[in-house]
Nanobody, 125 residues
Framework: VQLQASGGGMVQAGGSLRLSCAASGDTFSKYTRGWFRQAPGKEREFVAVIFRNADRTYYANSVKGRFTISRDNARNMVYLQMDSLKPEDTAVYYC???????????????????WGQGTLVTVSS
């Protein structure tokens, strides 16, 4: 099972980026998919999650209303559309996947078995 994140880059505050995460090695329609991020000198934090049938999505308060998570199960892809970016969004963004994540533990990184390599997002002021 492999996850490959892409789409990071440098953008000015107020701009947008779209991250993608490609999955391979299993039928990922059965997996909950999430995004986490880690800023320099800080701990990894939850960003967003989308459950298997895309019927439920949840966001960290810090990104709610600005970021949108979506998935394409036919392509084993998950996306993170990031709008109105702020300098504090600067971080390495990681995609994650797991079959057993439940609502009460969706924000806990250790609950996810599979991780991508990370893609760097830099937002300048």
């Amino acid at each position: 099972v492999q996850l490959q994140a892409s789409g990071g880059g440098m953008v000015q505050a107020g701009g947008s980026l779209r991250l993608s995460c490609a999955a391979s090695g299993d039928t990922f329609s059965k997996y909950t998919r999430g995004w986490f991020r880690q800023a320099p000198g800080k701990e990894r934090e939850f960003v967003a999650v989308i459950f298997r049938n895309a019927d439920r999505t949840y966001y960290a308060n810090s990104v709610k209303g600005r970021f949108t998570i979506s998935r394409d199960n036919a392509r084993n892809m998950v996306y993170l559309q990031m709008d109105s970016l702020k300098p504090e969004d600067t971080a390495v963004y990681y995609c994650a996947a797991d079959r057993g994540v439940i609502l009460s533990s969706m924000t806990i990184g250790d609950q996810y078995d599979y991780w991508g390599q990370g893609t760097l997002v830099t937002v300048s002021s």
